[in-house]
């Protein structure tokens, strides 16, 4: 029997309309600027977070999902799909009163989605500079951006946020960050989400202004339920307006915890967020820094939880998936994400032993590999550690001594990433601190 060639062409449409694997959906990305593993209701929190906990009810939670220490790697490699330590982005963040940001022959996934169609919109939190202009969303492939750059914390008292919509000062000062960015984000939603191809990203503070001190947990908690209750009215929006959109939800990085030495990006003098289980907090190596929330969610995907590890860098192959754009691999630096876009529709996973780098530094690093986990300081007394994660996912028995031969192949793995990491841009910007006086300059075998 012969079937006419229209109702071949309808049967094809047909099946493309029905496929999300191949749908030009909105995207909205949502960072969150420390937000503690267990600062949701989903993961035991007395926080009450209804919105965010029925995105992730009703979408895919990544619960073994690893990013960077601090806010501007963790904004870079999103960006980017690489690692902050090719970038030079490896020591610390961007603040407003830096010098530096985003090298210029770094192409930004917004570069490439505007290539193909997008529309693509940045609201909040920039960490990837804006002492110059060269540095702003706006030239970096986002078409609008209404936003500000961290504030230095060390030197909190001289400064505060300079509110930029797209490359000028907003001269009326902006005392509430979060309505702010909420506000730029719905007037978004509600102009371009009803036609053509768009990208949102949107970016939350920890902190809804500079001068927020949290004298008790009462008044962390309840900074943390208005994000919930801004993020669920965009949820609102989106509904109202599209039915394809997907939105991507991270935190930067784990809760930020009271430590000894200033780091500048977002101090407290408090521990009122949470990591669950897990130790440490924003700035370390161990999990409670580094292993963090995260979900995607859109009205076609099944709800499921996935457990194999992902990475910040991954971000930019699967959007990239979704998004149906291309980009030829040989004309942009080399990528070190997966796409586990695949995860949404099949039971296909990235292989379980995937190296999962969580930084390299000039004098320290870690990474995981087949749940293996090694933490480095070379600084003296220089100190190792080893967890192996599946028996030990709180990082309480270092077994370093006893595994001597895991430890020196993770070690071998490190020392060759080290021949690719570039200067520090924050040891750069300070000479008195320049990188040689902390190591000899050895001749590469």
């Given at each position: 029997?012969?079937?006419?060639?229209?109702l071949?062409?309808?049967?094809?449409?047909?099946?493309?309309?029905?496929?999300?694997?191949?749908?030009?959906?909105?995207?909205?990305?949502?960072?969150?600027?420390?937000?503690?593993?267990?600062?949701v209701?989903?993961?035991?929190?007395?926080?009450?977070?209804?919105?965010?906990?029925?995105?992730?009810?009703?979408?895919?939670?990544f619960?073994?999902?690893?990013?960077?220490?601090?806010?501007?790697?963790?904004?870079?490699?999103?960006?980017?799909?690489?690692?902050?330590?090719?970038?030079?982005?490896?020591?610390?963040?961007?603040?407003?009163?830096?010098?530096?940001?985003?090298?210029?022959?770094?192409?930004?996934?917004?570069?490439?989605?505007?290539?193909?169609?997008?529309?693509?919109y940045?609201?909040?939190?920039?960490?990837?500079?804006?002492?110059?202009?060269k540095?702003?969303?706006?030239?970096?492939?986002?078409?609008?951006?209404?936003?500000?750059?961290?504030?230095?914390?060390?030197?909190?008292?001289?400064?505060?946020?300079?509110?930029?919509?797209?490359?000028?000062?907003?001269?009326?000062?902006?005392?509430?960050?979060?309505?702010?960015?909420?506000?730029?984000?719905?007037?978004?939603?509600?102009?371009?989400?009803?036609?053509?191809?768009?990208?949102?990203?949107?970016?939350?503070?920890?902190?809804?202004?500079?001068?927020?001190?949290?004298?008790?947990?009462?008044?962390?908690?309840?900074?943390?339920?208005?994000?919930d209750?801004?993020?669920?009215?965009?949820?609102?929006?989106i509904?109202?307006?599209?039915?394809?959109?997907?939105?991507?939800?991270?935190?930067?990085?784990?809760?930020?915890k009271?430590?000894?030495y200033?780091?500048?990006?977002?101090?407290?003098?408090?521990?009122?967020?949470?990591?669950?289980?897990f130790?440490?907090?924003?700035?370390?190596?161990?999990?409670?820094?580094?292993?963090?929330?995260?979900?995607?969610?859109?009205?076609?995907?099944?709800?499921?939880?996935?457990?194999?590890?992902?990475?910040?860098?991954?971000?930019?192959?699967?959007?990239?998936s979704?998004?149906?754009?291309?980009?030829?691999?040989?004309?942009?630096?080399?990528?070190?994400?997966?796409?586990?876009?695949?995860?949404?529709?099949?039971?296909?996973?990235?292989?379980?032993?995937?190296?999962?780098?969580?930084?390299?530094?000039?004098?320290?690093?870690?990474?995981?590999?087949?749940?293996?986990?090694?933490?480095?300081?070379s600084?003296?007394?220089?100190?190792?550690?080893?967890?192996?994660?599946?028996?030990?996912?709180?990082?309480?028995?270092?077994?370093?001594?006893?595994?001597?031969?895991?430890?020196?192949?993770?070690?071998?793995?490190?020392?060759?990433?080290?021949?690719?990491?570039?200067d520090?841009?924050?040891?750069?910007?300070?000479?008195?601190?320049?990188?040689?006086?902390?190591?000899?300059?050895?001749?590469?075998?």
């Open positions: 029997m012969n079937i006419p060639l229209f071949h062409i309808f049967f094809i449409y047909f099946l493309i309309i029905l496929n999300p694997n191949f749908a030009h959906a909105n995207i909205v990305f949502i960072l969150v600027d420390d937000l503690g593993w267990a600062d209701s989903y993961h035991g929190s007395k926080i009450k977070t209804p919105n965010i906990d029925s995105l992730a009810k009703n979408g895919v939670k619960e073994k999902f690893y990013s960077s220490q601090f806010t501007s790697q963790a904004q870079s490699s999103i960006l980017t799909g690489r690692y902050p330590f090719r970038m030079g982005l490896q020591t610390g963040s961007i603040f407003s009163n830096t010098n530096y940001g985003i090298p210029k022959d770094e192409e930004l996934l917004p570069e490439i989605l505007s290539q193909n169609g997008f529309n693509t940045f609201c909040g939190q920039w960490a990837l500079g804006v002492n110059n202009n540095y702003l969303p706006t030239n970096n492939g986002f078409k609008y951006f209404n936003g500000f750059s961290p504030i230095n914390t060390i030197n909190i008292n001289d400064q505060e946020r300079v509110w930029y919509e797209n490359d000028t000062i907003i001269k009326n000062s902006i005392k509430d960050s979060f309505i702010q960015i909420k506000n730029c984000a719905l007037k978004i939603i509600e102009k371009n989400f009803n036609n053509d191809k768009n990208f949102l990203f949107i970016s939350f503070p920890s902190k809804n202004s500079t001068i927020d001190q949290f004298e008790n947990f009462d008044a962390y908690k309840n900074q943390v339920e208005i994000l209750k801004f993020i669920g009215e965009i949820h609102q929006k509904d109202e307006i599209d039915n394809s959109t997907y939105i991507f939800f991270q935190s930067d990085n784990g809760g930020a009271k430590t000894k200033k780091t500048g990006d977002n101090d407290v003098n408090h521990n009122f967020s949470s990591n669950g289980p130790l440490s907090g924003k700035g370390s190596f161990k999990e409670g820094a580094i292993r963090v929330l995260s979900f995607a969610y859109a009205k076609n995907l099944k709800s499921m939880t996935i457990t194999s590890p992902l990475h910040v860098t991954d971000w930019f192959k699967t959007i990239s979704i998004a149906k754009i291309n980009y030829d691999e040989n004309k942009i630096k080399p990528l070190d994400g997966f796409d586990f876009s695949n995860y949404f529709y099949s039971s296909e996973r990235i292989a379980s032993d995937r190296l999962i780098l969580i930084n390299i530094n000039e004098l320290s690093a870690s990474l995981i590999k087949n749940n293996w986990k090694l933490i480095y300081h600084s003296l007394p220089n100190k190792l550690q080893l967890f192996n994660l599946l028996d030990d996912p709180v990082e309480e028995n270092n077994i370093y001594t006893k595994n001597a031969e895991q430890s020196s192949k993770l070690m071998k793995i490190i020392q060759d990433l080290a021949w690719d990491m570039e520090s841009l924050f040891y750069k910007e300070k000479p008195l601190t320049n990188n040689i006086m902390f190591y000899d300059n050895p001749e590469r075998p």
